[in-house]
């Protein structure tokens, strides 16, 4: 048992980078999951339920399934070994024992079995190597507002459209700065319409820091298009 220090966390993939100070340890080796095909040998390793070093083992079902958990959106590698509370975190290891993937969820319910769920290793060694290197995964767009959905029910009651509802726009932020308002409802963004703030993220997040959208936005019942230049999230914690 050894005490780590944090290097850095990324909550959006749901990976960290600790340190601790040894030399010497063994290490396991890296595979390529880009060249991972559904039907081969995957084994998944953690301490489910507390019960440390358990391997389970079964096939690849999916390569590049894209899952959505807790408002976020992931894409996985789908396994059919058995992965329980405590295997996140653990290795998904493939015949020649190289790490695939770093399981991390499965679902759950009456009638479901067997669907698990694992980052691809090549993804997260960028991520890692993003971490160690600067803290924080670079890149990574962000407006600088904070929104509340406006549904259906909501527009009707109230008179609004329906979008995301800016409640906070974060100073000197890339919305501040295009003139964006707390207020304002956000319809559409690079020409597509959006009916909530997750549609509005994981439209945004096909662009990069740096990058110009359009966004389409209703204020005071007056419909515009506002340009915004995507800034970059700094702070991962």
């Known amino acids: 048992?050894?005490?780590?220090?944090?290097?850095?966390?990324?909550?959006?993939?749901?990976?960290?980078?600790?340190?601790?100070?040894?030399?010497?340890?063994?290490?396991?080796?890296?595979?390529?999951?880009?060249?991972?095909?559904?039907?081969?040998?995957?084994?998944?390793?953690?301490?489910?339920?507390?019960?440390?070093s358990t391997v389970t083992a079964g096939i690849i079902s999916a390569v590049n399934r894209t899952i959505t958990s807790e408002n976020r959106n992931y894409t996985v590698i789908q396994t059919d070994a058995a992965i329980n509370s405590g295997n996140s975190g653990g290795a998904l290891v493939n015949s020649k024992g190289q790490v695939i993937g770093i399981n991390t969820l499965k679902l759950s319910g009456a009638g479901i079995e067997g669907i698990g769920?694992?980052?691809?290793?090549?993804?997260?060694?960028?991520?890692?190597?993003?971490?160690?290197?600067?803290?924080?995964?670079?890149?990574?767009?962000?407006?600088?507002?904070?929104?509340?959905?406006?549904?259906?029910?909501?527009?009707?009651?109230?008179?609004?459209?329906?979008?995301?509802?800016?409640?906070?726009?974060?100073?000197?932020?890339?919305?501040?700065?295009?003139?964006?308002?707390?207020?304002?409802?956000?319809?559409?963004?690079e020409g597509q319409d959006i009916k909530t703030t997750e549609e509005l993220n994981n439209i945004k997040n096909e662009y990069n820091a740096g990058d110009t959208v359009t966004l389409t936005i209703v204020r005071d019942g007056k419909t515009m298009d506002v340009k915004v230049e995507l800034q970059e999230v700094t702070n991962q914690n």
């Open 1 to 52: 048992i050894y005490d780590a220090t944090i290097v850095g966390t990324d909550e959006t993939t749901d990976l960290a980078v600790i340190k601790i100070e040894k030399t010497g340890l063994p290490a396991a080796e890296l595979g390529n999951s880009d060249s991972v095909k559904v039907g081969e040998f995957s084994m998944a390793i953690g301490n489910p339920l507390g019960m440390e």
């Open 117 to 189: 769920f694992a980052i691809p290793i090549t993804e997260a060694k960028e991520i890692i190597n993003d971490l160690i290197n600067y803290g924080y995964v670079t890149g990574r767009p962000q407006l600088g507002i904070t929104c509340q959905d406006v549904s259906e029910s909501v527009s009707q009651a109230y008179n609004m459209p329906i979008g995301a509802y800016i409640i906070s726009v974060s100073e000197g932020g890339a919305a501040a700065k295009a003139g964006l308002k707390t207020g304002d409802v956000i319809t559409g963004i």
